[in-house]
């Protein structure tokens, strides 16, 4: 597939708004058969006499010639401003820009332009002149940080078209003292039309694989004489929140403009990596054998509990980032102090809670572990049914415990490199290409994953023979030897299950 997404630079034009004089329409164009009339820099205006509040920055989406896609999924925004220096219109602290902004879009180059959105926005301006402020200096940028500028969740029309005016009243000191402005450039961001067809085939394929499996899984389940233990059930859900990641109801945003496509997408995925923290919780505390409580979801609170603060958090955020980005996409929660100061809050809890999470798995692999070791040694000792189930259990636990370590490893440098690709629109210098490999790659992976654990941890359906059941297991002939660790059976814990238990605890 290529790359996963698409850096555009737009250059914004300044047109002289004529409304005042009868103008046709209140949308401005760049170019083309209707376009505005045009001012080359400030000086012209001044020279002109057009003041501040009659000119407007239009950009067109996508570039002439070319047309916007639903398969490109998503527009992402990055604004940049040259600010000049000049001794009499220095650059304040802490400057704040207003920008009037308004978004529409039409299907063909000939209808009107309809409007999606239209909203007043402030942004903080954090620039540094590298030079002494003195009369040699002026004309010269300022190095600005990239704003972010605007979001939207579908791209379901051809074309867009952004106005932006950047209105003055000394009286109220809206955009007073933020320098000579002298361009606006913006970045568009949006998927790649190619990527999203691989992506959604990889979906449509990896839908029904899993879904086999979880059939399967549970039917063997539903077969046994006992109820389901925990450990069974967790596997269950693992598995409808790996097949809720994969529906392909992306399918639909290339027919209907649904803008809440990326925050649903979110939530998903939000979903899929609880349940798998707290898959991996309950699966290492299960092959404790180790307190009388376990084989219930209650046991686990502490574990569990970081997980469901950490994953709250995080929805919250992202409700108040894309959840109101739906209504109003030029909306940031990063622009102001308030919505800067909640939303690190939310990050560092949610920070915080994976820590403690963290800790308590260590603690619980460590005693995992600790225990197989004390099993290993007994092992010798034992009948051979008996040592066959023991050798199968720690065989199965060494080898997912390795497999999960490379899985999550895996995703925390996929998040990294991801989180270091989308700073370099705000970092700058820092460049690394995340390929689709990566995003494919690790989407497979944890398919595969849920996929093996379903395969390994299916309840065994072996029968042994009177011989070998009553001679080494004490069990009843036919009864089945269940190959996971928590075996309760209709009438209690089998013998495998109480020695196990009597081990671990001495």
């Given at each position: 597939a290529p790359s996963p997404t698409t850096a555009v630079p737009y250059m914004s034009v300044k047109c002289i708004d004529v409304r005042k004089n009868h103008h046709k329409t209140k949308w401005l164009m760049p170019w083309g058969p209707n376009h505005c009339k045009k001012l080359k820099d400030f000086d012209e205006a001044v020279s002109r006499q057009i003041e501040a509040n009659d000119i407007v920055f239009a950009v067109h989406v996508p570039l002439p010639t070319k047309e916007m896609s639903p398969w490109f999924q998503f527009m992402l925004f990055i604004m940049q401003l040259d600010i000049a220096f000049k001794m009499d219109n220095d650059l304040k602290e802490n400057a704040e820009i207003t920008l009037d902004v308004s978004l529409a879009y039409r299907d063909d180059t000939f209808s009107d332009w309809e409007e999606i959105a239209h909203a007043i926005e402030n942004r903080k301006l954090k620039c540094t002149f590298g030079s002494p402020?003195?009369?040699?200096?002026?004309?010269?940028h300022y190095d600005c940080d990239f704003l972010p500028f605007m979001e939207i969740g579908s791209v379901a029309h051809k074309y867009y078209l952004i106005n932006i005016r950047l209105p003055v009243n000394e009286r109220k000191g809206i955009n007073v003292g933020i320098g000579e402005i002298k361009d606006i450039r913006l970045v568009g961001i949006h998927q790649?039309?190619?990527?999203?067809?691989?992506?959604f085939a990889m979906k449509t394929f990896l839908?029904?694989?899993?879904?086999?499996?979880m059939v399967w899984y549970w039917r063997r389940i539903t077969l046994m004489t006992r109820a389901p233990v925990l450990l069974e059930k967790v596997i269950f859900a693992l598995g409808i929140s790996m097949t809720f990641i994969n529906i392909p109801v992306e399918w639909?945003?290339?027919?209907f403009d649904w803008t809440w496509m990326l925050l649903f997408g979110d939530i998903r995925q939000g979903i899929f990596y609880?349940?798998?923290?707290s898959f991996w919780?309950?699966?290492?505390?299960?092959?404790?054998?180790d307190q009388s409580e376990r084989n219930r979801l209650s046991g686990y609170w502490k574990q569990v509990g970081p997980i469901a603060v950490g994953s709250f958090c995080l929805f919250i955020f992202d409700m108040c980032e894309r959840g109101v980005q739906l209504k109003n996409p030029f909306y940031s929660i990063w622009t102001t102090e308030v919505g800067t100061e909640l939303a690190m809050a939310f990050i560092i809890v949610a920070g915080i809670c994976l820590c403690l999470y963290f800790l308590f798995l260590c603690f619980m692999v460590f005693q995992v572990f600790r225990n197989i070791s004390g099993k290993q040694s007994s092992l010798p000792a034992m009948s051979k049914v008996r040592r066959l189930h023991y050798e199968g259990l720690i065989f199965r636990f060494k080898f997912l415990m390795l497999i999960t370590l490379a899985c999550a490893a895996m995703t925390v440098i996929f998040f990294i490199v991801s989180q270091v690709t989308e700073g370099h629109w705000k970092w700058g210098d820092i460049t690394i290409q995340v390929n689709s490999a990566f995003f494919t790659g690790i989407y497979g992976m944890w398919n595969l994953y849920v996929f093996a654990l379903m395969f390994l941890y299916a309840p065994s359906h072996k029968n042994y023979g009177e011989d070998q059941s009553n001679g080494d297991l004490g069990v009843n002939s036919g009864e089945e030897l269940q190959l996971t660790t928590t075996?309760?059976?209709?009438?209690g814990p089998t013998e495998v299950y109480k020695l196990a238990r009597k081990e671990a605890q001495e």
């Open positions: 402020k003195t009369l040699e200096s002026e004309g010269r790649n039309g190619g990527f999203t067809k691989v992506w839908t029904p694989s899993i879904l086999i499996i639909f945003s290339i027919g609880a349940m798998l923290l919780i309950i699966f290492c505390g299960e092959h404790m054998m075996i309760t059976h209709v009438d």
